[in-house]
């Protein structure tokens, strides 16, 4: 997670890994030569701020260990439609976090906002040790390999202390989908490290003797990037209000889905406590979700989404560029913190050239 999401969880004091999770200050971005395993483009730009990424699993648990402390009442329950109905009936509000959880479809999908209709990238991802380190300022590695996909490293911490997050993006139908067929996990391994000799040679030297974190330390799957109305009326009348991927659901490709979490949870959080005693009506439900939408969702939905059509021209002239323009570079790595400021020019590949240009 990037910097502006930080400050949100640090708003909270649930910053407890500081003194443990690497800290990285920098995005590389690589651009293979299309079917020659050989780097065509590279740059690093360096962040402002650093950023840190965390296991889940250990996230998770220990923020539901405080929840609880602090007088919060955590009950572990498979929430079925009927659930979230009697939940809705007997509170003043309902919110929906259910991730790619399938209760997520009493949401419907926002026609408008939702650009795909299919899983534009097949995800496989490893939590590794003996990773190499690749450099003197750590960092997220991005290489994109043309006709394949991308293959994402960054330094974290997991269960067992540091690692490194590896993560394949394959384009449907293309080789990284092997990983899709995989029997186990030290298979994934395996066929990991075969990807990696093959279509990213310059990776693979420093993976030559990882070890997975854990025996759950995989991942791997597909799912549809969308956008859903924000609001759903339950059989009993009520409305639930729905928050992060439940309604916003991204490609990892550009690391948005937890800063963008952590942003609308921060947003949410401040328009209940603006309400005082007035209800949580769905007009206020639709005005919450519009806040989060203009302020961070749409950005990062859009940066996600462009990186997803590597074919744009203009988006590659941007990332090829960068390799000439070192602030160029740093303007880009820090995009990713708030993708609110690739916009509006990267929609549009004249201005995108004009703010090219303004670098040089
Ligand atoms: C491979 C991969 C890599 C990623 N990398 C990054 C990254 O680098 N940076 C980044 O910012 N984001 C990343 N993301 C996205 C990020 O993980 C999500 O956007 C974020 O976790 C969303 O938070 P959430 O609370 O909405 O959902 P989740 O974190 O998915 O949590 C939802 C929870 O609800 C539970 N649940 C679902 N249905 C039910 C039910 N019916 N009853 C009870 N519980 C239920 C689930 O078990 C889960 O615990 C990545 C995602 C993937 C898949």
Not at 12 to 34: A, I
Not at 255 to 260: I, L, P, V
Not at 316 to 339: C, I, K, M, Q, Y
Request: one cysteine or more.
């Amino acid at each position: 997670m990037f910097d502006t999401a930080l400050q949100i969880e640090r708003r909270w004091g649930l910053n407890l890994w500081d003194d443990e999770c690497p800290w990285n200050t920098s995005v590389t971005f690589t651009l293979g030569e299309p079917g020659a395993a050989r780097k065509d483009v590279e740059w690093k730009g360096r962040t402002q701020r650093p950023f840190q990424s965390i296991d889940q699993r250990l996230k998770f648990s220990r923020w539901l260990d405080i929840f609880q402390r602090l007088g919060g009442c955590l009950i572990v329950q498979r929430v079925a439609l009927a659930d979230l109905d009697e939940i809705s009936k007997w509170h003043e509000l309902t919110i929906v976090a259910s991730g790619k959880g399938e209760i997520g479809q009493c949401f419907t999908r926002d026609r408008q906002r939702s650009m795909f209709d299919r899983p534009q990238r097949t995800l496989a991802c490893l939590y590794v040790t003996g990773m190499l380190p690749a450099e003197s300022f750590p960092g997220v590695r991005v290489n994109v390999i043309p006709e394949v996909g991308e293959y994402i490293t960054m330094p974290g911490l997991t269960l067992g202390g540091r690692c490194e997050m590896m993560l394949f993006e394959g384009i449907p139908g293309r080789a990284f989908d092997a990983l899709s067929d995989v029997a186990g996990v030290d298979e994934q391994l395996n066929v990991s490290q075969e990807l990696l000799a093959r279509y990213v040679p310059w990776e693979a030297e420093r993976s030559a003797s990882i070890k997975l974190a854990d025996r759950q330390a995989t991942l791997k799957g597909c799912y549809t990037p969308s956008v859903k109305h924000p609001t759903a009326r339950m059989p009993g009348g009520k409305f639930v209000l729905g928050l992060a991927d439940a309604v916003v659901l991204n490609d990892p490709i550009a690391g948005q889905g937890a800063n963008t979490a952590a942003k609308c949870a921060g947003v949410y959080f401040d328009r209940i406590i603006e309400r005082h005693q007035e209800p949580f009506d769905e007009s206020w439900m639709q005005g919450t979700f519009e806040c989060c939408w203009r302020q961070h969702a749409q950005a990062s939905t859009e940066w996600s989404n462009l990186l997803l059509l590597s074919s744009l021209t203009h988006v590659v002239e941007l990332l090829r560029s960068a390799a000439r323009l070192p602030n160029l570079a740093d303007t880009v790595a820090n995009g990713f913190d708030d993708a609110n400021a690739f916009f509006p020019w990267i929609a549009d590949p004249l201005q995108t050239r004009g703010v090219i240009d303004s670098f040089k």
